[in-house]
């Protein structure tokens, strides 16, 4: 089971529908990337160049 979220209330949720607002949940996908990481590597790309 997965952990899905309801964007009305921004409860998490393990149904399809939230009890509380009686509308669908989303399958919230984890982000991809962080711009932190992305700047991290920058700096660290840098930092070797030098
Ligand atoms: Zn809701």
Redesign the pocket.
Known sequence: MKMRK?I??K?YTFKEI?Q??N?K?INPEPPKFSPQDKYGKWRRKLKLGE
């Open positions: 309801c009305y209330c409860e939230c509380k607002c509308r949940t």
